[in-house]
């Protein structure tokens, strides 16, 4: 609900990130259903009597009031909805994960509905399922979607043939799968399996998985433009203690 003064009314949002403001105050990056990434400030909510302190968390389901219509907005309420259990040990690392995917990968006030329920809906796996690599494979297959980038998965990238199952392929970016005889440049080497386990959300098949993993990699890495995901970095040295 909006009134005169672009004041936004107990909007259904996430907390993505947040940092020291000045003496008191905290920086939020907020993904919101109906207005998307939103920067917001805090104001006193590092105080020890301020009403915001351990409400203001991340992973959990708020309800956030508003206001101001320049890049910054000022947040005049905020109230925990619960319902979502905490993410804890590697659970808690793939939702920081998720996040930052998030932060760099969306624009500002761009709104994605069903992004952000699918977000909210793979918090939740995350918190009762064990198989985190699975869900995560699925959450960035559907940011790419909504982001304009949808794989292809079923069809190759040349006459629209239809990916064989017993058959290797070679996956380019910018086209899809490729023949496996197609020495494109960049390409990955993929199989027609793992592809259409891909496109069903199986990932059972450890190859499927590490392949997946693979490819995964390669499109987020093109479409981050060279910028390096601390959390995956340190998922990567935590997996070599």
């Not at 956030?64 to 909805?81: C, I, M, N, P, Y």
């Not at 490729?178 to 069903?200: F, H, N, R, V």
């Amino acid at each position: 609900m909006t009134t005169r003064q672009n004041r936004q009314q107990d909007e259904l949002a996430f907390v993505l990130h947040s940092h020291p403001f000045r003496e008191t105050s905290l920086l939020l990056d907020v993904y919101s259903r109906e207005h998307g990434r939103l920067a917001i400030v805090a104001r006193g909510a590092r105080r020890p009597r301020s009403a915001l302190r351990g409400v203001l968390m991340g992973f959990q389901p708020l309800r956030l009031s508003w206001f101001g219509k320049g890049e910054v907005r000022t947040l005049h309420s905020a109230d925990w909805q619960g319902g979502q259990p905490y993410l804890q040990g590697t659970a808690l690392m793939c939702g920081f994960y998720l996040n930052e995917l998030l932060v760099n990968l969306l624009a500002r006030d761009d709104a994605h509905e069903q992004l952000f329920d699918y977000y909210q809906a793979t918090l939740y796996r995350l918190a009762h399922e064990t198989d985190h690599a699975a869900t995560l494979r699925c959450f960035e297959k559907h940011l790419l979607q909504e982001l304009g980038y949808a794989l292809a998965l079923e069809t190759e990238a040349l006459g629209d043939e239809p990916v064989q199952i017993e058959k290797n392929y070679r996956y380019l970016v910018e086209r899809g799968p490729l023949p496996e005889a197609d020495e494109a440049q960049g390409a990955l080497k993929i199989s027609g399996k793992t592809l259409l386990a891909m496109a069903a959300d199986d990932y059972r098949d450890p190859v499927v998985a590490q392949q997946s993993k693979q490819l995964m990699r390669m499109l987020l890495n093109h479409h981050l433009g060279g910028k390096t995901l601390h959390t995956r970095e340190l998922i990567k040295d935590l997996q070599k203690l």
